[in-house]
């Protein structure tokens, strides 16, 4: 059974750092598309960042420069980088994964309907 387990969320301040982790199991495939999703109260879902098998990523405007995908592959691992927060970051972040996945770029990356399987999510908050 495939699942994905994300850590890292906590409570912190305006201009601090957090770095999330999702860690991957019980799926197969070689082409393994990784994403993180974050949803705010009252907001649509948003694609923040993703990452494809070659390392090609992709980033939602409003993180751009202040966020990092990357991902070990030798542990199934994804991660966040979130540097200079902002309290309007405040959301549950969600990691998926596609192992199957055949996009090369660009923000189809960040569509989540790419996606196969889903973490439960991590709360972010930040406060001004």
């Known amino acids: 059974q495939a699942q994905l387990v994300e850590s890292g969320g906590d409570s912190v301040q305006a201009g601090g750092s957090l770095r999330l982790s999702c860690v991957g199991s019980?799926?197969?495939?070689?082409?393994?598309?990784m994403a993180w999703f974050r949803q705010a109260p009252g907001k649509e879902r948003e694609g923040v960042a993703a990452?494809?098998?070659?390392?090609?990523?992709d980033y939602a405007d409003s993180v751009k420069g202040r966020f990092v995908i990357s991902k070990d592959d030798s542990k199934n691992t994804a991660y966040l980088q979130m540097d200079n927060l902002k309290p309007e970051d405040t959301a549950i972040y969600y990691c998926?994964?596609?192992?199957?996945?055949?996009?090369?770029?660009?923000?189809?990356?960040?569509?989540?309907?790419?996606?196969?399987?889903w973490g439960q999510g991590t709360q972010v908050t930040v406060s001004s």
């Open positions: 990452i494809n098998r070659r390392g090609t990523t």
């Open positions: 998926a994964a596609n192992p199957l996945c055949w996009v090369d770029g660009g923000p189809t990356l960040r569509r989540a309907q790419l996606y196969d399987y």
């Open positions: 019980g799926y197969t495939g070689s082409r393994v598309c």
